[in-house]
């Protein structure tokens, strides 16, 4: 059904995705450190269902709509490259922040807090670009139906980011107080992330790849 190289392929995709800071991780380390790892547990769950639209429209076959009107997915691909020169930029510019630099924010009823993780998610640019630009790349007709293709390589994805982020909130309360006393540490982190953002930017607008028919 799906090659071990397909499977691969997406859990290093996925990967890199999940380590990149961004919309999804902003929130959940925000979330923990000035609330608790319980209210990063609840934003992880509300990221956890937009996982799960996203996994349903590739699997219905929405990649077929870009793969039938191109400037479609041109658009989501700039729009996403656009996106995460932002983040590079917000990382590297003077008087940016770390991602784990501690915030002073208002605590949220569980309600807003699972909302809130899942709006984040569905807006996030990264993980549409991986659900309608990269996943599609790994999916052969020729061995069997794409669209339960495109579930099993969805579910990887998704294992690996629920894993990866619900480490990064139990770890987010001790990785914040280690850097708070280590200025170096901070601004390296914050260069580490830009120039990784950076580099995503450039791969994302420069790939000329199409979508797959679903």
């Given at each position: ?13 996925a990967l ?6 961004g ?35 590739a ?13 479609l ?43 809130m ?21 790994f ?7 794409v ?16 894993g ?13 107080s ?30 000329r ?6």
């Amino acid at each position: 059904m799906i090659g071990i190289t397909a499977v691969l392929g997406v859990s290093a995709a996925a990967l890199g995705m999940v380590l990149t800071p961004g919309p999804n991780m902003m929130y959940l380390v925000s979330r923990t450190v000035s609330q608790g790892r319980r209210a990063g547990m609840v934003s992880l769950a509300g990221v956890a269902v937009g996982f799960g639209v996203y996994l349903t429209a590739a699997t219905v076959g929405i990649t077929a709509v870009f793969a039938a009107v191109p400037a479609l997915y041109l658009a989501l691909k700039l729009a996403g490259a656009g996106y995460l020169a932002w983040l590079a930029w917000k990382a590297v510019r003077p008087g940016g922040v770390s991602v784990f630099t501690p915030d002073v924010l208002p605590a949220d009823p569980v309600r807003r807090l699972f909302t809130m993780g899942l709006v984040t998610n569905l807006l996030n640019p990264k993980i549409a670009i991986m659900y309608m630009a990269l996943i599609p790349q790994f999916v052969a007709p020729e061995q069997g139906r794409v669209w339960l293709q495109s579930l099993c390589l969805g579910s990887v994805q998704i294992v690996i980011a629920l894993g990866v982020n619900a480490l990064i909130v139990v770890g987010a309360g001790g990785v914040a107080s280690f850097l708070a006393g280590r200025p170096l540490w901070l601004r390296a982190q914050r260069y580490v992330t830009g120039t990784v953002l950076g580099a995503m930017a450039v791969l994302v607008a420069g790939d000329r790849a199409r979508p797959l028919p679903a």
